[in-house]
């Protein structure tokens, strides 16, 4: 399996956001996982609650998308990319 990084953009509530984001691929196929829904309604979740960077950054994700902002403090350096030292 490769791992192959795909840059990303888009509008939430107003704002704009991009960075980039690994994701598995195998061959000429690209492997979407459904994202893991993660609760957005306070500070709930850690590094050490996700296995994978790709799991976190789903998360990280799908709450910019909720409630306009990194709810989980997943993205130390705000570059977009959340728990970059998991694999």
Request: glycine share 6%; net charge negative; proline share 5%.
């Amino acid at each position: 399996m490769r791992v192959v990084n795909y840059e990303y953009e888009f509008w939430a509530n107003g704002k704009h956001y991009e960075g980039n984001i690994s994701l598995p691929n195998k061959g000429n196929s690209l492997i979407l996982e459904p994202p893991r829904v993660c609760a957005c309604n306070k500070n709930l979740y850690n590094y050490s609650d996700f296995k994978t960077q790709y799991e976190a950054q789903q998360c990280y994700l799908y709450c910019l998308g909720q409630v306009n902002k990194d709810i989980h403090r997943l993205d130390g350096d705000h570059d977009g990319r959340a728990c970059e030292a998991l694999p």
